[in-house]
C-alpha cells in the first residue's frame, strides 16, 4: 500500500527541535537539514561520504566520490560543513531502513551526549563499521556493548560508551523516532530534509546546492 504524500511544513520541522534527538543549531536558523537514517543500510553509508570502498562498488559505480575520482558528492560531509560552520541546523532521526542498525543507532545517541556525535558517526559510516555492523557473527542488534565501545574507543571513552549501551536507555527511542521519521511522510533510508524539501535517496549533494545556496544568500 502506497503512503499519501505528507507536505512537510516549518511547523512540522521547528517541532522536532523540542523533541530529545539529536540536534545541532535552533529552529531560527535560515537553514535546517534533517537526515533520516540507518546505519546498517548501504546507501546511508554511500549518502555518509565516509565509506568510499562501498560506494565504488555500488550500481556500477555512480556514486563514487568525487575525492575518488568519480563525479557524487555524498550530502552528509557538505552538510556536516555547514553546521560546523553556524550556517545550518541539525537534526539526525533514525528509521529502519535495512534492520541491523539498533545497536549503532543507540551508540551515536551516548556519542550525543558526549560530544562526539560527529566523530563516532564517520567510524559507524566507514567500511569498517559497515562491515561490523552488518557482517560480524555479533553485529546489528545483537551486538554486545563490550564490542560497540571496543570498535569505538579511539573516538569515545570505552567505559562511557559500554556504560550508556549497557544500561539501554535508549532502546525505546527507536520505535519513537522511526514514528517521528514516518510522520515527515519518509519512505526509506537515506532522506534527507533541506528546510521543507524532502529529499529521498543516496542524493548528490548537487542534486541539494541551489536550494541550500539561494536559501543562504
Known amino acids: 500500500q502506497q503512503k499519501t504524500k505528507i507536505e512537510i511544513t516549518e511547523k512540522m520541522i521547528d517541532?522536532?527541535?523540542?523533541?530529545?534527538?539529536?540536534?545541532?543549531?535552533?529552529?531560527?536558523?535560515?537553514?535546517?537539514?534533517?537526515e533520516i537514517s540507518d546505519p546498517s543500510?548501504?546507501?546511508?553509508?554511500?549518502?555518509?561520504?565516509?565509506?568510499?570502498?562501498?560506494?565504488?562498488?555500488?550500481?556500477?559505480?555512480?556514486?563514487?566520490?568525487t575525492s575518488a575520482g568519480g563525479t557524487y558528492t555524498p550530502p552528509m560531509q557538505e552538510i556536516e560543513k555547514l553546521v560546523k560552520e553556524g550556517k545550518?541546523?541539525?537534526?539526525?532521526?533514525y528509521s529502519n531502513g535495512h534492520g541491523?542498525?539498533?545497536?549503532?543507532?543507540?551508540?551515536?545517541?551516548c556519542a550525543y551526549d558526549n560530544d562526539k556525535f560527529f566523530e563516532v558517526n564517520e567510524k559507524l559510516m566507514s567500511n569498517e563499521g559497515y562491515k561490523?555492523?552488518?557482517?560480524?557473527?555479533?553485529?546489528?542488534?545483537?551486538?554486545?556493548?563490550?564490542?560497540?565501545?571496543?570498535?569505538?574507543?579511539?573516538?569515545?571513552?570505552y567505559q562511557t560508551m559500554y556504560d550508556c549501551l549497557d544500561s539501554g536507555k535508549y532502546k525505546t527511542r527507536l520505535a519513537q523516532e522511526q514514528a517521528l521519521a514516518d510522520s515527515l511522510g519518509t519512505?526509506?533510508?537515506?532522506?534527507?530534509?533541506?528546510?521543507?524539501?524532502?529529499?529521498?535517496?543516496?542524493?548528490d549533494y548537487k542534486s541539494m546546492s541551489t536550494l541550500v545556496d539561494s536559501i543562504l544568500k
Do not use: W
Open 15 to 34: 517541532s522536532l527541535f523540542d523533541q530529545k534527538v539529536v540536534k545541532f543549531g535552533d529552529k531560527n536558523a535560515k537553514l535546517t537539514f534533517v
Open 41 to 65: 543500510c548501504p546507501y546511508c553509508h554511500v549518502g555518509g561520504g565516509h565509506n568510499p570502498e562501498l560506494a565504488a562498488t555500488i550500481s556500477g559505480g555512480i556514486f563514487t566520490y
Open 88 to 93: 545550518a541546523s541539525f537534526i539526525y532521526l
Open 100 to 109: 541491523r542498525g539498533e545497536v549503532a543507532s543507540q551508540a551515536l545517541y
Open 132 to 157: 561490523l555492523i552488518n557482517d560480524t557473527a555479533k553485529g546489528g542488534n545483537t551486538m554486545k556493548p563490550e564490542v560497540m565501545a571496543e570498535f569505538l574507543k579511539d573516538k569515545i571513552d
Open 187 to 203: 519512505n526509506g533510508t537515506p532522506a534527507y530534509i533541506v528546510n521543507t524539501q524532502l529529499f529521498s535517496g543516496a542524493q
